[in-house]
């Protein structure tokens, strides 16, 4: 097809070895196919997070990306500790882009702090959680 074609000219490898009969993945094409199947699982496990709670996203810039704070994540994925303070948050009816506001407000009493988030990283997160009670 001429999607494949565009796809092939814009990487600079053929992607499909072509007969009159058959067509079958290049070592290229089937890398490509093993990407992206990988990043389709790696999409879902992230819909999956935001829809738990275990993260929260805002859409940002003029094609209103969804799009989730680094600082939400540790190397081994979204910080446990996050999930209450989002249910907290939420529970007080915010929504999602006023959690994250809240998150990176700065405020100067915070042990651990300036923000939230840095003391949630700083191992304040009962503190942080009190404080959202409080935002009630």
Same mark, same amino acid.
């Given at each position: ?15 499909? @070895?072509?007969?009159?009969?058959? #067509?079958?993945?290049? /070592? ?7 990407? &992206? ?5 790696? #999409? ?5 997070? +935001? ?5 929260? &996203?805002?859409? $940002? ?8 704070? =680094? ?11 996050? &999930?209450?303070?989002?249910? =907290? +948050? ?9 959690? =994250? /506001?809240?998150?990176?407000? @700065? ?21 942080? $959680? ?7």
């Amino acid at each position: 097809s001429r999607r494949v074609a565009a796809l092939e000219a814009q990487l600079g490898v053929q992607l499909l @070895h072509r007969s009159t009969r058959a #067509l079958s993945l290049t /070592e290229a094409g089937a890398a490509i196919v093993t990407r &992206a199947r990988a990043l389709d699982e790696l #999409l879902g496990d992230v819909r999956r997070m +935001l829809e738990e709670r275990q993260l929260v &996203a805002v859409r $940002r810039g003029e094609r209103k990306v969804l799009s989730v704070p =680094v600082d939400f994540l540790g190397e081994e994925g979204p910080l446990p500790e996050l &999930a209450g303070t989002f249910t =907290v +948050l939420s529970d007080n009816a915010f929504a999602d882009d006023v959690i =994250v /506001e809240w998150m990176f407000a @700065h405020d100067e009493t915070l042990p651990g702090g300036p923000t939230p988030i840095a003391a949630i990283r700083a191992g304040f997160k009962t503190e942080v $959680r009190r404080r959202a009670m409080e935002e009630a």
